[in-house]
């Protein structure tokens, strides 16, 4: 494992919890060109993510 990766990895389990502006300060770069690049959103975060929103809808039952 580098250093590197391990930015991608931070990156990527922050996504949806913070806004990108957040999260481009938090990694200290100037750019936010250079926070997308790191940021990816796999399909478990997105899952995480959606059944969070939709949790906080009104009448919303599984």
């Known amino acids: 494992i580098r250093i590197?990766?391990?930015r991608h990895t931070f990156a990527?389990?922050?996504v949806g919890?913070?806004?990108i502006e957040e999260l481009r300060a938090l990694m200290?770069?100037?750019s936010i060109q250079t926070?997308?690049?790191y940021q990816k959103v796999t399909s478990q975060r997105a899952e995480?993510?959606?059944?969070?929103?939709l949790k906080n809808l009104p009448?919303?039952?599984e």
């Open 4 to 6: 590197h990766d391990l």
């Open 28 to 30: 200290g770069h100037e």
């Open 59 to 61: 009448n919303f039952s």
């Open 17 to 19: 919890l913070m806004g």
């Open 35 to 37: 926070t997308l690049r």
């Open 12 to 14: 990527t389990e922050r």
């Open 48 to 53: 995480v993510v959606a059944k969070s929103a």
